[in-house]
């Protein structure tokens, strides 16, 4: 009686780092993939709300308001790039998108390891590449804070206006 033909030893790979690069890519995905959802999952009410707006309080354009969301969402979605594993568009260049975050983070504990840094100093470094990175978008939050309290400063005048049984401001 033969024995069963048993599959042959795999060969190890041309690339040592390969293995690694996988699960680093697993663990990134997954990370996206929450990220996109709780994206989705704030959208639906932000969507609604704005549209409800926007039937109650004439703005510029019919809708300017959900449309404003709509390109809110459409560009969080270019920023978290969530299948960049596969596409190699090299026309996206951001320093804001998660996988450039990622990377700089990457870096920056590649970086203490190799020099033969503690847990502390790797700490220190990412804590560094973290205010950085906040630095950097500072003044794009600031943009998004002043948008912000100008449309809620428009309600709220649409709003004393309409208590007060006035015709509420244009927008």
């Not at 060969?11 to 995905?29: I, K």
């Amino acid at each position: 009686m033969s024995e069963p033909a048993s599959a042959p030893p795999s060969e190890p790979s041309a690339d040592p780092h390969a293995r690694w690069r996988f699960l680093r890519d697993v663990a990134v995905f997954q990370f996206k993939l929450a990220l996109d959802n709780l994206r989705d999952f704030a959208l639906v009410p932000v969507t609604l709300i704005a549209a409800a707006i926007d039937l109650v309080f004439k703005g510029e354009r019919e809708g300017a308001l959900f449309y404003k969301v709509l390109e809110w969402g459409w560009h969080s979605e270019k920023v978290i790039d969530l299948y960049s594993m596969i596409e190699q568009d090299e026309g996206l260049n951001h320093d804001f998108t998660v996988d450039a975050v990622i990377a700089r983070l990457e870096n920056v504990i590649v970086r203490e390891y190799e020099k033969g840094g503690t847990a502390a100093s790797v700490k220190t470094a990412v804590d560094r590449a973290i205010d950085q990175i906040q630095r950097e978008g500072g003044t794009r939050r600031s943009k998004v804070r002043d948008a912000v309290m100008r449309a809620a400063e428009k309600v709220r005048t649409r709003l004393e206006a309409e208590n007060k049984g006035g015709e509420p401001p244009a927008v």
